[in-house]
Every structure is written in structure tokens, then in C-alpha cells.
């Protein structure tokens, strides 16, 4: 028997509204039914690029063609229009952040479990090529022992004007791109109990929300991850920094170029003293190249689409959803925990 093609709409039709019409036009096995949006200059772009729109929610929520509801309004929005969905009989696809508090997500997960449908958040960079390089690196043993592993994000460009630099709309670079630095961590660091987290927020260039962050959260087996995203800094950082007994690895940016290091002679201990600013020094002696050996790293590919075509393999009953809610649960309990550090200065324990 042929499958049925799922039918697909989008709330909030602004930048990722139309990147989710788009994947629903691209993806084999889902079809974009329409969208809708509250302001009426998006609609009128809807009618420009031939994409059907509905008048309202309540219409857009009663078209029985209608599977699966993705919703991309501005943060605060999230959770009203989830349960809403969710009370009339759809599938839900929800933004990133979820919502900004764990107790609102224990509400929605309520709802999802109520009226017995499937309740995921896009959490689109597991995907990343960089991610899934780095993460690799560190679950092939190559390096030995991981310690330590920095994500960094950088930008120079300031936070962005409009709700994402209002608090109330849930504005701010953690619950922007922290979301998923931080998503990628806990995927990163799955079966390991996360210990403390010490964070620092920055207001640089806006003085309500935060434009960017540093954490430093320990997990359990002594390893440190910090992550960091800046939307002050003109000068380019590593994007993964990943220190293991063995050797370190740099992937320097999305596309993956950089390099692992490994030691291959640990026993040589004829070091030469060098000169270092006002002093001399063994310690910090560059290796020689006889006790290194030095590797590309090798790019993992990475399918762009593999959230969409997860989402259409699990309505199927083909697949398990990737993105989990208890997940997103603790995801969110990090990022409270790191709101309370930077406001007390004070290392919060888990
Ligand atoms: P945007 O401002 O471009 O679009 C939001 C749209 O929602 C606007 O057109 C607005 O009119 C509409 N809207 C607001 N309230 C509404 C309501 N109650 N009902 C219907 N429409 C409403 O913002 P964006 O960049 O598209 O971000 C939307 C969501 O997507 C946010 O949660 C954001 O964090 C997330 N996002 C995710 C990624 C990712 O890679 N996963 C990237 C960017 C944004």
C-alpha cells in the first residue's frame, strides 16, 4: 500500500517559517499544506511566492489535511500555539528554545501526553558537519582520554534588533545560539551525569538581554566542556578545542578544516630549554617532531534534511524520534542554572 504523504504547516511565517515550507517542499514523504502568520505583510509574501495561507490559527488548526504543525513564532509564543496544536489533534514541531522555563515544557509535555501526540523541538544543529567532526574525534578514542572540550561561537555583529533583543519575547544570545551549543553538549556528553556549571553573561552591546555567554559545565569522569557565544569579537576563534592525554584537536571552523596532534613519543624527556618573554622554559618547549605526529581531520557529511526525514519516518512508524523532550527538559535546566551562576557569580551544582 503506497504511504500517505504527510500534510505539513507552518505558524509564523517570518525567517524560519520559510525555511520549514521549504524543507516540507523538499522532503519526500511530507507536503506543505499552508501557513500563517499574525502580521499581514507575511501573508502578501506567502501570496508572492505562490505559498497558500489560511485567514487564522483556528482555520489553520481545523484543516483535517493537516498532520503536523511546526511552529516559528518569537520565543514566548511557543508554548500557547503548542498546546493550542497539540488540543486539536496535530503533530507539533517546535522552534528552539522550546519555551524559556522548565515548568512551562512540563505543561506542554502534559499536553503532548493528554491528547496523545508527537511533541518534538527542531533542534537542526545535531546536524552540523562541525558537530558531528568533533564529536566523532572524541568518541573515536583517537585522542585518548578527553579532559577538556571547548565550543566556541563567535560573531561581531552585535545581537540582532527586534524581539531577540527584548527580554520578554525571550531575547538574548543563550536562549539564541546557546540553545544549541548546549544541546550539542548534552548529546555530546550522553550517559554522563552533568556536576556544576559556573557562567558569565555579557551586555556589550545591549543592556537587557544578554549578547553573549561563557560556561563551564563539569561532568562526571572529569571532563570540563565551555561554551561560549560572543557577538562582540572581530578576531575568529576555533570553533571545537578538544584536549585529550594523547593529543589535541582543532576544528577551526563550520566547514572542518584543522588538525589533530598526537603524541607518539612520551618518554623523550631530553628537552632543550627555550627562551619565553623574560625567562627561559621546558615546560612549555614545543614539541619536536620526532614525539608528534600530525592528521587533517576528516570531515564528517552530514544530510541537511535528516530532522525532516526522521520527523516523516517517525509519523510512518519507521523510526524513533531523534529529539527527545526529556532532553529539551534538561537542556533547559542547564540554561536555568546558568542565568542563576551568572547573577550570583556562583558555581550552581546539579
Ligand atoms: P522572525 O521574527 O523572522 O519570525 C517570526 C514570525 O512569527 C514573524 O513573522 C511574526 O509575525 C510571527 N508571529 C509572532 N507571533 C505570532 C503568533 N502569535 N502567531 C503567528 N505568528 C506569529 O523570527 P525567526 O528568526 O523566524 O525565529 C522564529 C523561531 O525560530 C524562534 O523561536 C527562533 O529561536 C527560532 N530559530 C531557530 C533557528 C534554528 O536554526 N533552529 C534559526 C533561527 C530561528
Not at 516559528?72 to 522555563?101: F, Q, R, W, Y
Not at 623523550?268 to 627555550?274: C, E, G, M, N
Not at 619565553?276 to 552530514?302: H, L, N, Q, S, Y
Request: charged share 30%; with cysteine; hydrophobic share 40%.
Amino acid at each position: 500500500m503506497a504511504k500517505k504523504t504527510i500534510g505539513g504547516a507552518v505558524i509564523g511565517y517570518g525567517g524560519m517559517g520559510n525555511f520549514h515550507s521549504n524543507k516540507m517542499l523538499e522532503v519526500d514523504g511530507i507536503e506543505l499544506i499552508g501557513v500563517y502568520d499574525i502580521d499581514p505583510a507575511r501573508h502578501e509574501l506567502a501570496k508572492e511566492r505562490g505559498v497558500s495561507y489560511f485567514d487564522s490559527r483556528e482555520a489553520l488548526l481545523a484543516d483535517e489535511r493537516i498532520d503536523v504543525v511546526v511552529v516559528a513564532t518569537p520565543n514566548d509564543a511557543h508554548k500557547e500555539i503548542v498546546i493550542d496544536a497539540l488540543s486539536k489533534g496535530k503533530n507539533v514541531v517546535c522552534e528552539k528554545p522550546v519555551t524559556m522555563k522548565s515548568t512551562d515544557l512540563d505543561d506542554m509535555i502534559a499536553a503532548s501526553e493528554k491528547y496523545g501526540r508527537l511533541f518534538t523541538v527542531h533542534q537542526n544543529r545535531r546536524w552540523d558537519e562541525d558537530y558531528l567532526t568533533a564529536k566523532k574525534i572524541i568518541e573515536d578514542g583517537t585522542l585518548g582520554r578527553v579532559f577538556r572540550i571547548e565550543s566556541k561561537i563567535h560573531g561581531s555583529h552585535g545581537i540582532p534588533e527586534g524581539w531577540r533583543s527584548e527580554k520578554k519575547h525571550g531575547g538574548g544570545m543563550l536562549l539564541d545560539w546557546g540553545v544549541h551549543s548546549l544541546d550539542q553538549m548534552l548529546t555530546m556528553m550522553e550517559g554522563r551525569e552533568l556536576l556544576s556549571v559556573y557562567a558569565t553573561l555579557t551586555n556589550i552591546t545591549n543592556d537587557e538581554c544578554d549578547d553573549g555567554y561563557s560556561c563551564l559545565c563539569k561532568f562526571e569522569g572529569g571532563v570540563e566542556f565551555v561554551s561560549e557565544v560572543y557577538t562582540n569579537n572581530f578576531i575568529q576563534m576555533p570553533r571545537w578545542y578538544i584536549l585529550g592525554e594523547n593529543g589535541s584537536a582543532l576544528v577551526k571552523d563550520w566547514d572542518c578544516n584543522g588538525e589533530i596532534v598526537k603524541v607518539v613519543n612520551w618518554e623523550k624527556y631530553d628537552i632543550a630549554p627555550v627562551a619565553a618573554g623574560a625567562g627561559i622554559t621546558k615546560t612549555m618547549a614545543p614539541r619536536t617532531k620526532d614525539t608528534i605526529k600530525t592528521f587533517p581531520v576528516e570531515k564528517v557529511e552530514a544530510d541537511w534534511s535528516a530532522f525532516y526525514k526522521n520527523l516523516v519516518a517517525y509519523i510512518n512508524g519507521e523510526e524513533e524520534i531523534v529529539v527527545k523532550l526529556p532532553q529539551q527538559r534538561k537542556l533547559l535546566k542547564v540554561i536555568e542554572a546558568i542565568f542563576e551562576s551568572a547573577e550570583k557569580n556562583e558555581v550552581i551544582k546539579f
